[in-house]
């Protein structure tokens, strides 16, 4: 079972769950993904010591993370 979920200061927040043999869960997840990068929010896929930005949703994933992008200077 794969998690979209937003990182905030109060915590991750569930945004979609998909099962990669469920297409229109899938498909769900990916329309919800596609809401919150057009909102600003940034999509790295995480897992095994690894973060990796995605611009798709993978179906094959445990954990896709949201998050604001970090300013700085």
Same mark, same amino acid.
């Given at each position: 079972m794969g998690r979209l979920v937003r990182r905030t200061l109060g915590g991750d927040a569930t945004i979609a769950t998909w =099962?990669?043999? &469920? *297409?229109? =869960?899938? &498909? *769900?997840? *990916?329309? *919800?993904?596609r809401r919150e990068v057009d909102a600003g929010y940034v999509a790295v896929l995480e897992g095994e010591g690894r973060i990796e930005p995605v611009d798709e949703l993978p179906a094959d994933a445990d954990l896709v993370v949201l998050s604001m992008p970090l300013g700085g200077g």
């Amino acid at each position: 079972m794969g998690r979209l979920v937003r990182r905030t200061l109060g915590g991750d927040a569930t945004i979609a769950t998909w =099962s990669p043999h &469920d *297409a229109a =869960s899938v &498909d *769900a997840a *990916a329309q *919800a993904m596609r809401r919150e990068v057009d909102a600003g929010y940034v999509a790295v896929l995480e897992g095994e010591g690894r973060i990796e930005p995605v611009d798709e949703l993978p179906a094959d994933a445990d954990l896709v993370v949201l998050s604001m992008p970090l300013g700085g200077g």
